[in-house]
């Protein structure tokens, strides 16, 4: 399955199951009629989504060693999320026992 990476001018980019050509032929045949520029495309998750085509910047193929590579940097970067979020409740925890202490000694 060929995979297509839709950029948008505000930045969002869409992988969609589609060749670039056949986004590029749904895009094209836009015909100047606004209810013509929206059209429907599958992501790569495989939900549906609509895209304006005015506001496609460009249409690149992607390979599947790219998607995979992808994958494994959000699975990363989720991971250290949730370091994170392990260690700001820590500090959390850490402070209120500090205001506790800091509260018990101004009595």
């Known amino acids: 399955m060929e995979l297509t990476k839709i950029t948008l001018t505000s930045g969002a980019t869409y992988m969609v199951n ?9 895009v094209a045949h836009s015909d100047e009629k606004p209810e013509n520029h929206i059209h429907l495309f599958t992501l790569e998750s495989g939900q549906d989504i609509y895209i304006n085509t005015t506001y496609i910047l460009s249409i690149e193929t992607v390979s599947s060693y790219m998607t995979h590579d992808d994958h494994e940097n959000h699975k990363k970067n989720t991971s250290g999320k949730v370091k994170d979020s392990e ?21």
């Open 18 to 26: 589609h060749s670039p050509k056949e986004v590029y032929q749904r």
């Open 87 to 107: 260690r700001i409740k820590g500090n959390l925890e850490a402070v209120k026992e500090f205001k506790e202490d800091l509260d018990g000694n101004m009595e």
